[in-house]
């Protein structure tokens, strides 16, 4: 799977390109992340791809000619490419959407600074806007990085242990719990069951403590 990213700090990127679950599969050859500075497609001597708002106001507006020409150039290569806005605005990013994103071979995540992008490339580039709730950052890099994590989570090769993907919302339900060594410590104890080796048993263990934790803490999903 490639992502290509437009942003104006593709360093960012370097967090998850090189810890963790991501940069595993990166170097497994399952997936890419090719970033792309915006202001290399600036026509001005200084790099500029912001400009006031028409109508006035705080802050600046992203244009549109610097991005439209670097989305141009990844279609070149990719033509195929879902393109994406993070932004507040957007869509929210949950369990089902990202399997569905997983299934796709090519996304281009644009990520906005300052106001925002131009609305007009809203209207003629984009495919989608995705959020990651209903909030505000300063700019869609880490909305990026988040979307990345948990779609390449969902593609099959990339985690080794395949049962992480019965990982909290995977049934509409919340994870059970876990436990670890040792089994007391400040006198709580690992719920006995676990310690029994009868395997159904430990399954019907867990999988009634998953529906009793969504019921505790969220119980909207259930209603999926
Ligand atoms: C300061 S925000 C702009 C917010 C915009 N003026 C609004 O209120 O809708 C700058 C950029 O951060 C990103 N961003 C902010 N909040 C986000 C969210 N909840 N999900 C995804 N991206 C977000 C978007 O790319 C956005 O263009």
């Not at 026509?43 to 006035?56: Q, T």
């Not at 997983?102 to 600074?113: E, N, V």
């Not at 719920?191 to 263990?205: K, M, Y």
Request: hydrophobic residues 35%; contains cysteine.
């Amino acid at each position: 799977m490639y992502f290509d990213v437009i942003t104006l700090f593709p360093d960012m990127f370097n967090a998850i390109k090189n810890e963790g679950i991501v940069a595993r599969a990166i170097k497994k050859s399952y997936l890419s992340i090719h970033t792309w500075q915006l202001r290399d497609f600036s026509s001005n001597k200084y790099k500029n791809i912001d400009d006031k708002p028409y109508g006035g106001g705080g802050g600046m507006v992203m244009q549109v000619k610097p991005i439209r020409d670097c989305i141009h150039k990844i279609k070149q290569a990719n033509p195929k490419t879902k393109v994406i806005y993070l932004s507040p605005q957007g869509q929210p990013l949950k369990h089902k959407l990202a399997k569905e994103l997983s299934m796709l071979d090519s996304i281009t995540l644009l990520c906005g600074r300052y106001e925002g992008v131009d609305e007009r490339i809203i209207e003629h580039d984009i495919d989608m806007e995705i959020s990651i709730g209903d909030y505000v950052i300063s700019g869609g890099e880490l909305a990026a990085m988040v979307l990345i994590d948990t779609v390449s989570r969902q593609i099959p090769s990339v985690l080794g242990n395949a049962e992480s993907l019965n990982d909290s919302f995977a049934n509409n339900l919340l994870d059970y719990p876990h436990y670890t060594r040792p089994e007391v410590i400040d006198n709580q104890a690992v719920p006995e069951v676990l310690l029994s080796g009868h395997q159904a048993n430990i399954d019907t263990w867990r999988a009634e403590q998953s529906i009793k934790k969504t019921q505790e803490k969220r119980k909207d999903l259930l209603k999926n």
